[in-house]
Nanobody
Framework: QVQLVESGGGSVQAGGSLRLSCAASGYMDSRNYMGWFRQAPGKEREGVAVIYTGGGRTYYADSVKGRFTISQDNAKNTVYLQMNSLKPADTAMYYC????????????????????WGQGTQVTVSS
């Protein structure tokens, strides 16, 4: 059973930074994809970034490109999301997720293709 636990959320002012962590436990193929998603109140869950843990390839949604960085520490089974230049529009519950099978295409960031989800961590950005 795969378990994902997010941490690192909080409240910051616009322009600030936060680093989210996602610790994975249980069996997981070392060559897998890990994604970060977010959901704001009244909105659909949307993909933010994805990383291929087998080689480090990354992909970002246009809304966060250049501001967010997804990275991994395989020794710790942890994926990070460094968020800089935060905006009020980034306010949401952030989730990490992993698929059972490689998403096709891997850059699609479709929540329906991810099977394992963490409980989420809240990020609030004030203006």
């Amino acid at each position: 059973q795969v378990q994902l636990v997010e941490s690192g959320g909080g409240s910051v002012q616009a322009g600030g930074s936060l680093r989210l962590s996602c610790a994975a436990s249980g069996y997981m193929d070392s060559r897998n994809y890990m994604g970060w998603f977010r959901q704001a109140p009244g909105k659909e869950r949307e993909g933010v970034a994805v990383i291929y843990t087998g080689g480090g390839r990354t992909y970002y949604a246009d809304s966060v490109k250049g501001r967010f960085t997804i990275s991994q520490d395989n020794a710790k089974n942890t994926v990070y999301l460094q968020m800089n230049s935060l905006k009020p529009a980034d306010t949401a519950m952030y989730y990490c997720a992993a698929p059972l099978h490689p998403p096709m295409p891997w850059v699609a960031l479709r929540p329906g293709e991810y099977n394992y989800w963490g409980q989420g961590t809240q990020v609030t950005v004030s203006s």
